[in-house]
């Protein structure tokens, strides 16, 4: 597949849901906090269910996949650690620096994104769930022991955690998966017809929360920085680790693009609520996530040709 046939079929179909989702909320004003609570509590878990469900993941290549995810994520967590004293930022801007390059946007980017490219291949959908959910226990644990260690006790998190209706759908689904529970059709159909709305609400939401960052400022030396971090600097690690750990085919091709996404829009949530130099993860969050269009279009090319 061609790199203009890629932005056309992948990556133009989700800016315009962004861009849609951007110009409702500029007229409308949406309530942006119910419309996440729907796609938290009730169509993410639908897919993430589903996906699970239909999906047949090897033990042996679950547990490759979670060894990657670990090493990954430690060998960013040390670079960002190195490039934030590099840089001279205070403790404020390096929480949000190191944040916005470890914290990856693999909910309501990264999922459309992959049910697009696998909607043929379910295994793929699959892995990029599971590295939703490793991205969610990132979020809250190292995420937010950078902007507040000294304030939320290790219980605390554990119990956000367990609150997450994802995680939840996530056991269910690997569960019933694994022992071959029949879901009745009556419950089987709307649970689809969730699933089926995610993509859309998801990406709409995302726009809608773009369109509230204000412009300002957005090109500084951090913000360039972090960007260049999240979208090439991640991709490049997650290359080497995936040709070290000897991974290839789907599992491959699905781990290298789930490492292009954007900076999560979580780090820019917890900032805010924590009031840790919000504008800058705001910023953060929208410029990565417009450079993305061309960088995750190029990292997708290039899964194609390297893990085929």
């Not at 939320?152 to 998190?157: A, D, F, M, V």
């Not at 009556?186 to 929360?209: E, K, M, N, R, Y």
């Not at 780090?267 to 995750?296: C, G, K, R, W």
Request: hydrophobic content about 55%.
């Amino acid at each position: 597949m061609f790199i203009g046939s890629i932005f056309l079929n992948v990556i133009l179909p989700i800016l315009i849901l962004v861009v849609l989702g951007a110009g409702l909320q500029r007229k409308f004003s949406f309530n942006l906090k119910a419309v996440s609570n729907l796609i938290t509590y009730c169509l993410m878990p639908a897919a993430v269910f589903i996906n699970l469900y239909e999906t047949e993941i090897d033990v042996q290549v679950l547990l490759e996949i979670i060894g990657y995810l670990v090493a990954f994520s430690l060998v960013i967590i040390i670079v960002t650690t190195i490039l934030s004293k590099v840089l001279k930022l205070d403790r404020g801007e390096a929480a949000i620096f190191k944040n916005s390059i470890s914290l990856i946007n693999s909910g309501n980017y990264g999922i459309p994104v992959s049910q697009l490219l696998f909607h043929a291949n379910p295994l793929g959908i699959s892995i990029q769930i599971i590295v939703m959910v490793f991205q969610n226990v990132l979020t809250y644990t190292y995420g937010l022991y950078n902007l507040i260690s000294a304030t939320k006790s290790g219980l605390e998190i554990l119990k956000s955690l367990l609150k997450m209706p994802v995680i939840h759908a996530m056991l269910l689904g690997g569960l019933f998966n694994w022992l071959h529970v029949p879901i009745p059709n009556f419950i089987w159909v709307p649970i689809s017809h969730l699933s089926d709305a995610f993509l859309a609400i998801a990406l709409i939401l995302l726009g809608a929360q773009l369109a509230q960052i204000e412009l300002k400022t957005i090109v500084n030396r951090t913000i360039v920085t972090s960007s260049i971090g999240r979208l090439i600097i991640g991709p490049s690690v997650a290359l080497l680790l995936i040709l070290l750990f000897g991974l290839d085919g789907i599992v491959a091709q699905s781990l290298f693009i789930a490492s292009s996404f954007p900076t999560s829009r979580n780090s820019s949530t917890l900032a805010l609520e924590y009031d840790v130099h919000p504008d800058l993860a705001a910023q953060t969050v929208l410029f990565s996530t417009i450079l993305s269009a061309v960088t995750v279009t190029f990292v997708v090319y290039l899964s194609g040709i390297l893990f085929v």
